[in-house]
Structures are given as C-alpha cells and as structure tokens.
C-alpha cells in the first residue's frame, strides 16, 4: 500500500517536472517569437523574461534572475517613432508573433513525434504544451493587471479609445522624445503641450504600476513648466509695463 503511494506520487512528480521543462521550452519559443516580430515591424526592445531569466535592454545590456512566477514570460516594447497609419497592425502582429512560434514549432516538430521511439513521445508532449501555450495567450483574459495578448489584440479591434490608449501605450518613450527635443530646442509652449497631452494619455492607461509612477513624474514636471512660463510671462510684462 505504502509502496503503491510512493510510486503514484514519484510518478505525478516526474509529470510535473517534466510539464515544467516543456512548459519553460514553450514560454522560451512564445518570447522568442515576440521578440522576432518586434524587430522584424520597428519596435525597440526593452525587456525580456522567459522562465526565471529576464534581461533588461533600454540602456545596457543587464539580466537577473528571479524565483518569482518562474513559468511565466514577457516582452516588452515601444515604438521607435509615434506610429502613424500601419501601428494598428504592427501591433496586432508583434502581439500574435508568440503564439505564431508556439503553433509553427509544433507543426516543425510534429514528424519527429510520429516516430515509434521513446524521443516521439518526448516531442509530442511538447508539441501539445506549446500549443496549449499559444492558444491560451489567444484568449481575452487578465489577471492582476497583465492582459493577455489575445485581450490587446481584442482592444485593437474594438473601440477607438481602448485602441488608442493601447498605441498610446506601446509608443510613451517615443512621445517623450518628441517633448525633450522641443524643450531641448527652447519651443517651450509646444513642448508644454506635448507633455499635457503625455501626462492626459498615462492617466487613461494608469492601470500598471509603471504609468502610475510616470504619471506622477510627469505630472511634475508638468505643473514646473507651467509655472515658469507662467514667472517668464509675468516677468515680461512687468518690463513691458516698467518701460511704458
């Protein structure tokens, strides 16, 4: 009896394990793939994670590794430029790009698995977790604040606000850009009115803890520009006045 439960749980452990290496494949190809169609459509790269690894690009080259939510995995991007007429689709294909890897390597894999080995049987188990990875990151669904990317796709073909707060989203860096070169340049009212419509855009799409914290930063820095346009306009007429 004691032997018999020592063997079913040695057995439902080797599952598990082995689950979990497939899935970690599976998470890997999924990245891998977002990865690819960001590069391939114009997108900058900020962050990966695939497994307990994520490495992180925006200034240099830096990875850690974390034992939190070990089967899990992101990529994170921004557009290089504000997007223009095509960002609705580039989006829609960087967000299908991992589930496109899941299902192309299961179908690369599936002649290897209709073999009469002990290696088939390998790869078919993998084929069919990494198909279970990629239709599930096809289903509209979220939790703690992380959306799927079949929910992003969903908010791209829905409404046009949820699909401009999600542009939005994908190209903050971007807009900021924009900003810091018409401050740079001293066109301080246009750069006022880029950092209003910057500051406008991250309270619509607060719903991560990254644009609350940019929100407040930018709200700022915001309120300071304002105010000294406000000191300089007010300077210039009293000199005005005093000259008169």
């Not at 179908?107 to 088939?120: K, S, V």
């Not at 190209?171 to 070169?181: L, T, Y």
């Not at 300071?224 to 006045?241: F, H, I, K, P, W």
Request: glycine fraction near 8%.
């Amino acid at each position: 009896m004691i032997s018999a439960i020592v063997q079913t749980i040695a057995m439902l452990g080797g599952l598990f394990l082995w689950f979990s290496a497939f899935a970690l494949a599976a998470i890997l190809v999924h990245e891998a793939g977002h990865v690819a169609a960001a590069i391939l459509f114009g997108f900058r790269v900020n962050a990966v994670k695939a497994g307990p690894i994520q490495i992180l690009m925006s200034d240099s080259w830096k990875w850690t590794v974390s034992r939190r939510r070990i089967l899990d995995g992101f990529v994170q991007v921004q557009f290089r430029s504000v997007p223009g007429r095509w960002g609705v689709g580039r989006c829609f294909v960087f967000l299908s790009g991992g589930s496109v890897a899941n299902l192309c390597t299961a179908l690369l894999a599936l002649p290897l698995a209709l073999r009469d080995t002990i290696m088939a049987n390998v790869f078919a188990f993998f084929i069919l977790v990494s198909i279970f990875v990629g239709v599930v990151q096809l289903i509209p669904f979220e939790v703690k604040g992380r959306r799927s990317d079949g929910a992003k796709m969903l908010a791209l073909l829905s409404n046009r606000t949820k699909r401009e707060d999600l542009l939005f989203a994908f190209s903050i860096k971007a807009r900021f850009a924009e900003f810091k070169a018409l401050y740079q340049a001293g066109q301080l009212e246009q750069a006022l009115g880029k950092l209003e419509g910057l500051v406008s855009g991250c309270e619509r799409t607060s719903g991560f803890q990254e644009i609350k914290e940019l929100t407040t930063i930018l709200s700022r820095s915001r309120d300071s520009l304002r105010q000294y346009l406000a000191d300089a306009a007010n300077a210039t007429t009293e000199t005005t006045t005093r000259v008169d």
